[in-house]
Nanobody, 122 residues
Framework: QVQLVESGGGLVQAGGSLRLSCAAS????????MGWYRQAPGKQRELVAA???????NYADSVKGRFTISRDNAKNTVHLPMNSLKPEDTAVYYC????????????????WGQGTQVTVSS
């Protein structure tokens, strides 16, 4: 079984910074893409940022230049420093691991963390 554990959410004033981290554990052989999604009340879950095992990144337009995703393939961790936060960044942030290969299972699978709340006050 694979688990994703997130940390780093909280309450911050507009213009402030937070750093989200996520660690994947279990009988993991490799992870294709790790990323962060967010869901605000009444809205659909959306991609914030993602990074492949080769280091290719993808960002939502709304966070470009403010958020920077990074990962450690050896540790199966992904980090998201978030700067210049805005009230519209308020949401529950979910870590995602896509294309996960685990021991003794022939297919890849996707996993989600439990979510961490980020609240930005104006």
């Amino acid at each position: 079984q694979v688990q994703l554990v997130e940390s780093g959410g909280g309450l911050v004033q507009a213009g402030g910074s937070l750093r989200l981290s996520c660690a994947a554990s279990g009988s993991i052989i490799s992870i294709n893409t790790m990323g962060w999604y967010r869901q605000a009340p009444g809205k659909q879950r959306e991609l914030v940022a993602a990074i492949t095992s080769g280091g290719s990144t993808n960002y939502a337009d709304s966070v470009k230049g403010r958020f920077t995703i990074s990962r450690d393939n050896a540790k199966n961790t992904v980090h998201l420093p978030m700067n210049s936060l805005k009230p519209e960044d308020t949401a529950v942030y979910y870590c995602n691991a896509d294309g996960v290969k685990v021991l003794f299972r022939p297919l890849t699978h996707d996993y989600w963390g439990q979510g961490t709340q980020v609240t930005v006050s104006s």
